[in-house]
């Protein structure tokens, strides 16, 4: 999400790795002084500390477990569940008190939702591309599955294409 609203050409767009920097909160503060928009997708942005108040916020709804099992392989260590429990009641009351924008994961991948996005972060749909879209779509499916780039008929016509130059 933050690398396709950074397309945006009034938009700097960021992920976790804001957070390396000891003043990140700052740091976000003076980038929005030079850019219009300025997006932080970060997992932690629910913490009272990261939430900026007037922000728009949109909330990724995952089922709990693969979020959980997705976290400890980003961090490759297990989570204990307690803590974990303890991060998801924050998340809800984070989001009784802000009303975001609620996206499921699933669906997160579909032309019309990174649209739906598009338009609640900046307002209109203003440079929003659908062939820029669908090409994230592309590569998202082609990061976690690959066998859909590979199946034995687009082998086929690659390697026809290929053996007539």
């Known amino acids: 999400v933050a690398t396709f609203l950074a397309l945006h ?68 260590v297990p989570i ?22 609620t996206i499921r994961f699933e669906e997160l991948f579909e032309v019309k939702t990174l649209k739906r996005i598009w338009i609640y972060c900046f307002g209109n749909e203003d440079y929003f591309m659908e062939e820029k879209a669908e090409h994230f779509i592309d590569m998202n499916i082609q990061t976690n599955h690959p066998e859909v780039i590979f199946e034995k008929t687009i082998l086929e016509r690659i390697n026809k294409q290929l053996c007539q130059h």
Not at 23 to 34: F, Q, S, V
Not at 81 to 95: D, T
């Open 80 to 101: 204990d569940e307690k803590v974990y429990f303890e991060y998801l009641w924050e998340i809800k009351q984070w989001r009784a008190k802000y009303e975001p924008l």
């Open 9 to 76: 050409p009034e938009c700097v767009s960021f992920h976790e790795l804001i957070t390396k920097n000891e003043n990140y909160r700052n740091k976000l503060i003076e980038l929005n002084k030079i850019h219009k928009f300025v997006i932080d997708s970060s997992t932690y942005g629910f913490l009272p500390q990261s939430t900026f108040e007037q922000s728009k916020k949109v909330y990724l709804a995952r089922n709990i477990w693969e979020s959980k099992k997705s976290a400890e392989a980003a961090l490759n």
